[in-house]
Nanobody, 115 residues
Framework: QVQLVESGGGLVQPGGSLRLSCAAS????????MGWYRQAPGKQRELVAT???????NYADSVKGRFTISRDNAKKTVYLQMNSLKPEDTAVYYC?????????WGQGTQVTVSS
């Protein structure tokens, strides 16, 4: 069992930055593929970025070059550094931990990009 708690969301102006954190507890964090997903109002949840236990990363085309995912296995935490934010990045951001049939989600944190 893995529990995930996101933090770091908020209101930011276009062009600004935010750093999301996701603290995990429970199982062996280092074995999980960690990811960030987001869901905007009226839209389906979509992948933002993932990072494997070896540190390999994958990004949605819409955030490449602006967002960076990283993890600290000792702290059982995954981060999402978001730069050059746009209004279309507004969404609830969810942390995910996946290891095959084991799949866990956090409660989400709101990110609003608006002037």
């Amino acid at each position: 069992q893995v529990q995930l708690v996101e933090s770091g969301g908020g209101l930011v102006q276009p062009g600004g930055s935010l750093r999301l954190s996701c603290a995990a507890s429970g199982s062996i964090f280092s074995l999980y593929v960690m990811g960030w997903y987001r869901q905007a109002p009226g839209k389906q949840r979509e992948l933002v970025a993932t990072i494997t236990s070896a540190g390999n990363t994958n990004y949605a085309d819409s955030v490449k070059g602006r967002f960076t995912i990283s993890r600290d296995n000792a702290k059982k935490t995954v981060y999402l550094q978001m730069n050059s934010l746009k209004p279309e990045d507004t969404a609830v951001y969810y942390c995910n931990a996946n290891r095959g049939r084991f799949d866990y989600w956090g409660q989400g944190t709101q990110v609003t990009v608006s002037s």
